[in-house]
């Protein structure tokens, strides 16, 4: 099982650190990451395999909304197959 996060906001150190640890905290690999940084505006999307992991999606969800909060972040999870359906559409 796989899921699309994608993290938006201003640009601050530590931002990729942060949201990896609360992924490995949950058993969660990344398997591909993409960042890019316009101006101040940081942009990240990371694929994450949640096979491992006995986290639901909601907890995971809500974990990554807490630490968009303290890095004044946005952080959206989405499961693969919802991802796909909605760029078929």
């Not at 969660?28 to 694929?47: K, P, T």
């Not at 994450?48 to 968009?68: F, H, M, Q, Y």
């Amino acid at each position: 099982m796989r899921a699309v996060v994608t993290v938006i906001g201003r640009d601050r150190e530590g931002i990729i650190a942060r949201v990896s640890a609360a992924l490995y905290k949950k058993n969660i690999n990344i398997l591909d990451i993409a960042q890019n940084v316009l101006r101040d505006v940081f942009a990240m999307i990371m694929l994450i395999d949640l096979t491992k992991s006995t986290a639901s999606i909601n907890e995971i969800k809500e974990d990554l909304d807490a630490v968009g909060e303290e890095l004044g972040t946005k952080i959206l999870v989405m499961h693969e197959d919802i991802f796909d359906a909605m760029h078929k559409i």
